[in-house]
């Protein structure tokens, strides 16, 4: 089985201590070869490359260990409050946070094509993973990482069906009432059950306020939000505009960056949006795409600063199931990037792991 690796500069000169492989399970680089200087490192490590497990971590299998985690948290936060603990939340934020070090690209983008809770769990999943990457990027301690990754994870604990009817249809008067109660009555229940973390309180309170003053429960601005919670808040709101609502389709990164820097601008922390553009581009893990040679394919992995060089078809020009999917160079004519593309219920079923290779 091939996990992901990163290329370490500190191998420049050195001989490759292990097999390189392509997404497809082509070989790139034997064990042994020798790095002989800046630009043969900076050639191989453009590409996204891969080695075969071994042992410890590497034996975990992220996907299905994802979709066995999700199941046990949709029945502990859908269930009676009573069954709620502290330290059973920091376990499941500290699995998430697991499973992301060991294969980030893929829990960024299975859970978008591959749903692993139901909608409502699926998108605070996908928000506590964009906010470790951003987390990451700000040189948070793997204390507050612990905390973020609990907040997005509880963020909308006070009430899940709440928020898949808001995912799934209209609110009622009531429901908008609630909706904007929702994060101040989650840290309650957080309270409740033993949270004294308090970068965790305050991130979920805080995840709906808006730098400009205009947001809930509390109408906070500018430095009275705190860090976390404005990380948070772009995830979640990130995560929202990529899943769509039953009254728009799913946006493309293009426009949703483009409303972020306009209308929404005084919203959100322009600098972690920034960030996240910069870290992720406009073709994150789990983008479906044609192909100039019509080919259906998916973005896998992310290059570097968000530049994408490869896809993976799994969809040949006639619709056909591609077995196995294929690793295509975006770079090349005959597959250059044409358009996004949402799944199409018409296609044939889709074994979605082995686009990461599992």
Same mark, same amino acid.
């Given at each position: 089985m091939l996990r992901p690796v990163q290329l370490d500069p500190a191998l420049i000169g050195q001989p490759l201590p292990y097999d390189l492989y392509s997404e497809s399970g082509v070989l790139l680089a034997?064990?042994?070869?020798?790095? %002989?200087?800046?630009?043969?490192?900076?050639?191989?490590?453009?590409?996204?490359?891969?080695?075969?497990?071994?042992?410890?971590?590497?034996?975990?299998?992220?996907?299905?260990?994802?979709?066995?985690?999700?199941?046990?948290?949709?029945?502990?936060?859908?269930?009676?409050?009573?069954? #709620?603990?502290?330290?059973?939340?920091?376990?499941?934020?500290r699995a998430f946070i697991a499973l992301f070090r060991i294969d980030p690209d893929a829990c960024l983008g299975y859970p978008r094509l591959a749903p692993v809770a139901p909608p409502g769990l699926n998108h605070d999943?996908? /928000?506590?993973?964009?906010?470790?990457?951003? %987390?990451?990027? #700000?040189?948070?301690?793997?204390?507050?990482?612990?905390?973020?990754?609990?907040? /997005?994870?509880?963020? &909308?604990?006070?009430?899940?069906?709440?928020?898949?009817?808001?995912? &799934?249809?209209?609110?009622s008067s009531s429901d908008q009432v609630a909706m904007r109660a929702h994060p101040g009555h989650a840290a309650n229940i957080l309270e409740g059950c033993g949270?004294?973390?308090s970068e965790w309180l305050d991130s979920v309170r805080q995840h709906h306020e808006n730098l400009n003053g205009g947001g809930y429960p509390d109408k906070l601005s500018g430095a009275q939000i705190g860090l976390a919670a404005r990380v948070l808040h772009v995830a979640d709101v990130y995560c929202d505009k990529l899943a769509g609502r039953h009254y728009r389709p799913p946006k493309t990164l293009r426009l949703a960056f483009k409303e972020w820097f306009g209308g929404e601008r005084a919203?959100?922390?322009?600098?972690?949006?920034? #960030? #996240?553009?910069?870290?992720?581009?406009?073709?994150?893990?789990?983008?479906?795409?044609?192909? /100039?040679?019509?080919?259906?394919?998916?973005?896998?992995?992310?290059?570097?600063?968000?530049?994408?060089h490869f896809a993976t078809s799994f969809l040949d020009a006639r619709g056909r199931a591609l077995d196995p999917p294929r690793e295509r160079n975006l770079e090349t004519r005959a597959y250059a990037l044409r358009n996004h593309l949402s799944p199409d219920p018409a296609w044939p079923a889709i074994a979605w792991p082995l686009l990461w290779g599992y």
């Amino acid at each position: 089985m091939l996990r992901p690796v990163q290329l370490d500069p500190a191998l420049i000169g050195q001989p490759l201590p292990y097999d390189l492989y392509s997404e497809s399970g082509v070989l790139l680089a034997g064990a042994g070869l020798c790095l %002989a200087d800046a630009a043969h490192y900076q050639k191989l490590a453009a590409r996204s490359l891969y080695r075969r497990a071994a042992s410890g971590n590497d034996s975990v299998q992220p996907l299905p260990r994802l979709r066995e985690i999700a199941a046990h948290t949709t029945n502990l936060v859908t269930g009676p409050q009573a069954r #709620l603990s502290e330290a059973e939340l920091r376990l499941l934020a500290r699995a998430f946070i697991a499973l992301f070090r060991i294969d980030p690209d893929a829990c960024l983008g299975y859970p978008r094509l591959a749903p692993v809770a139901p909608p409502g769990l699926n998108h605070d999943l996908h /928000a506590l993973f964009i906010s470790i990457l951003l %987390a990451d990027q #700000l040189e948070f301690t793997e204390q507050r990482i612990e905390s973020l990754a609990a907040a /997005a994870l509880t963020m &909308n604990i006070a009430d899940m069906s709440l928020h898949e009817r808001s995912l &799934n249809g209209g609110l009622s008067s009531s429901d908008q009432v609630a909706m904007r109660a929702h994060p101040g009555h989650a840290a309650n229940i957080l309270e409740g059950c033993g949270v004294t973390d308090s970068e965790w309180l305050d991130s979920v309170r805080q995840h709906h306020e808006n730098l400009n003053g205009g947001g809930y429960p509390d109408k906070l601005s500018g430095a009275q939000i705190g860090l976390a919670a404005r990380v948070l808040h772009v995830a979640d709101v990130y995560c929202d505009k990529l899943a769509g609502r039953h009254y728009r389709p799913p946006k493309t990164l293009r426009l949703a960056f483009k409303e972020w820097f306009g209308g929404e601008r005084a919203h959100l922390d322009t600098q972690i949006v920034n #960030l #996240l553009l910069r870290r992720v581009g406009l073709y994150p893990p789990g983008t479906l795409v044609r192909l /100039a040679n019509r080919e259906t394919a998916c973005i896998t992995r992310l290059g570097r600063n968000g530049q994408v060089h490869f896809a993976t078809s799994f969809l040949d020009a006639r619709g056909r199931a591609l077995d196995p999917p294929r690793e295509r160079n975006l770079e090349t004519r005959a597959y250059a990037l044409r358009n996004h593309l949402s799944p199409d219920p018409a296609w044939p079923a889709i074994a979605w792991p082995l686009l990461w290779g599992y």
